[in-house]
Structures are given as structure tokens and as C-alpha cells.
């Protein structure tokens, strides 16, 4: 029969409130007395009811993640660097996929209660004007990351510089060359608000202005994130009468299915086509795929500590933390022509 908390006091010779402050970690008990409980749980075999620890410490002892399609790759590597760091403290991670719009409405309503989750981590959802009101005043920490919105000031955000990085993508193959360069991304505009597409076109538009290159609009398409629709939209791109010699595509999946469909055309790449993608994805490294790296695991890494942070002091200054891109050039890209 497994042993009780009873069982660890009688044999410590302590009351049962000794033995629960042990096991919360209290300083209110002495070493010695701390050293006799630890011994009698110890020889016990004694596993505290994690159920009983979280009535007694008023905690749920979780932290909750709000994120879209956690099976991407950027965002499995993100929840990496999340749960990695986690797994160094004693709270429990619960993820909550979005999907749908109407399944970010309800979790951003419902999750960040304090019977629900310590503490919330909203990643790559940046919250819309509606939800301004609402985040601002939740009664749990809330840290986002790869997200933001400017009037929510008073929580602690992690977010990469996409339009840094979509500048640093365009003028790479500026400075190869390039002057025929096409863009593909997810839709500009989603019910998600999501923010990085639009981000990393501006960076995009901004070093071709720089660079004196003309913005041509049938040099972009946008479509539904994968590597399939990603394909068929630099298909189309390149049957133009005069089609780019180089693509950035906004993702490293994306830049996959231009790949493709330069692989379709016999096209060789990089002499007849170059392509850079973003976020350096564990596959890209395999295939030579010339991207802008983004620190993925360390956000969420970062976003975690952020958050652990405020649970141990809710007064400290929110902090807004900007990561930076590295352009990583391999074997996609390449002088035009060469």
C-alpha cells in the first residue's frame, strides 16, 4: 500500500503542516527538521498527490500555449524551446491548437483564467483591437511571442524583426544580381491576424525601393501555407513571358514547392532560378536550401523564462524583446545566369 503524508510525519516526528511546507518548499522549517522529513520520504518511497499540492499552493501548476497548427515546423520547434525550458520547473505544459478563428476567440476568452493555467503564452496569434481590452486585464500572466499588438504595452512580448528579415532575404539576391524577384506567401490578410507575410513583404518591398528595382505585382503571389499550393503559385510565376530569376519565398515550406515547380520546368537551381526561404528548418540545412534563419527554439525559450519570471515577481517592468534574423546562404542562390 503506498505510503501517505500521514506515514512521512509519524516516522519524522513532525505535524502533517511540517511536512506539506517541506514538500512546497517553504522556508518556515529549519535544515535539520527539513533534512528528517526529506530522509522520511525518501525511505517511504513517498510521491506527493500532485492534486493535493495544487489545492494546497492555490496553483494549477500549468502554463497554457495557445497555438496555431502546432505541427508546422516553426511552431514545433518554437514549443520545443518551450517545453524544454519547462520541463526545468515545476509547472506542466497544456497546448491548445487553433485551427479555427472561432477557436482563437474562445481560447483567448477562456484560457487565461487563473483555474485554468498559471500563467498563458500566445504564439504567432497576434491579438486583433478586440482582444486588447480583454488580454490586458487577464487575471494570469500572458506573454507573447512571435505575436504583438501595440497597445498591449503592459505584457512582456518576444517577437522576431520579419520585416529586418524579409529586407535582409531581397537584398541578397539584390546583391547577387537580382533584379527580377518574385515573392511568395501565405494571404496578407486572415482571420488570424497573422503578421509575419506582411512583415516580411514590406522587407521585401523596402530593399527593392532602396535597390532602385520596380515593384512589379505579378512578381507576388499569396496563397494557403504548403509546400503543394506554393508550388502551383511559382508555377504560374514562372510561365511569365519574363519570369524572375530569383524567388524568396516567405517560409521554408514554402520555398520547397518553388523547388519544385522549378524542378517541373527544368529549371536549374540556382542558375536558372534562385531561391532563398525563411525560418531554417531542420530539412533546409539537408538541402541546401539558402534562408533567413530565425530563432525559433529560443523564442519560445525565452518566452517561458519571461513568463516564469513574472509568476515569481508580478511587479517587474514588462519587457519587449526583439530577436534578430541571420541570412544563411547555401546552394539555392547564385549570381543570374551563372
Request: glycine residues 6%; negative net charge.
Amino acid at each position: 500500500m503506498p505510503s501517505t503524508i500521514r506515514d512521512v510525519a509519524k516516522q519524522a516526528g513532525v505535524g502533517l503542516g511540517t511536512v506539506s511546507r517541506v514538500i512546497n518548499g517553504s522556508p518556515q522549517v529549519s535544515a535539520e527538521t527539513r533534512e528528517r522529513v526529506l530522509s522520511a520520504i525518501a525511505a517511504l518511497n513517498f510521491i506527493p498527490n500532485p492534486t493535493a499540492r495544487r489545492l494546497s499552493l492555490g496553483k494549477t501548476l500549468t502554463i497554457a500555449a495557445i497555438v496555431p497548427w502546432f505541427t508546422r515546423p516553426a511552431e514545433v520547434e518554437r514549443l520545443r524551446g518551450v517545453e524544454n525550458t519547462l520541463a526545468e520547473s515545476e509547472y506542466d505544459l497544456v497546448l491548445y491548437n487553433v485551427e479555427t478563428p472561432e477557436k482563437r476567440d474562445t481560447y483567448f476568452r477562456d484560457v487565461p483564467r487563473s483555474e485554468r493555467a498559471d500563467g498563458v503564452l500566445i504564439v504567432s496569434l497576434s491579438p486583433r483591437d478586440d482582444d486588447v481590452e480583454q488580454l490586458a486585464h487577464s487575471t494570469v500572466p500572458i506573454v507573447l511571442v512571435d505575436a504583438n499588438h501595440p497597445s498591449l504595452k503592459s505584457l512582456n512580448r518576444v517577437i522576431t524583426d520579419d520585416v529586418a528579415g524579409g529586407y535582409a532575404a531581397t537584398r541578397h539576391l539584390i546583391d547577387l544580381g537580382h533584379t527580377c524577384i518574385g515573392y511568395i506567401s501565405d494571404p496578407l490578410e486572415t482571420p488570424f491576424n497573422f503578421t509575419s507575410s506582411r512583415d516580411r513583404m514590406q522587407g521585401y518591398r523596402q530593399a527593392l525601393t532602396a535597390a532602385g528595382v520596380p515593384i512589379r505585382s505579378d512578381y507576388y503571389r499569396q496563397g494557403e501555407h504548403g509546400r503543394y499550393e506554393a508550388r502551383r503559385l511559382a508555377s504560374e510565376m514562372l510561365q511569365l513571358p519574363e519570369r524572375p530569376t530569383a524567388i524568396f519565398a516567405a517560409s521554408d515550406t514554402q520555398a520547397l514547392g518553388v523547388l519544385e515547380a522549378a524542378q517541373d520546368r527544368n529549371l536549374r537551381v540556382p542558375e536558372d532560378l534562385s531561391v532563398i526561404g525563411y525560418d531554417d528548418i531542420e530539412i533546409s540545412e539537408y538541402i541546401g536550401l539558402t534562408t533567413i534563419r530565425q530563432m525559433l527554439y529560443e523564442s519560445g525559450k525565452r518566452g517561458v523564462e519571461l513568463l516564469l519570471e513574472v509568476l515569481e515577481a508580478p511587479a517587474t517592468k514588462p519587457i519587449y524583446e526583439v530577436l534578430p534574423t541571420e541570412l544563411i546562404a547555401r546552394k539555392t542562390t547564385a549570381a543570374p545566369g551563372i
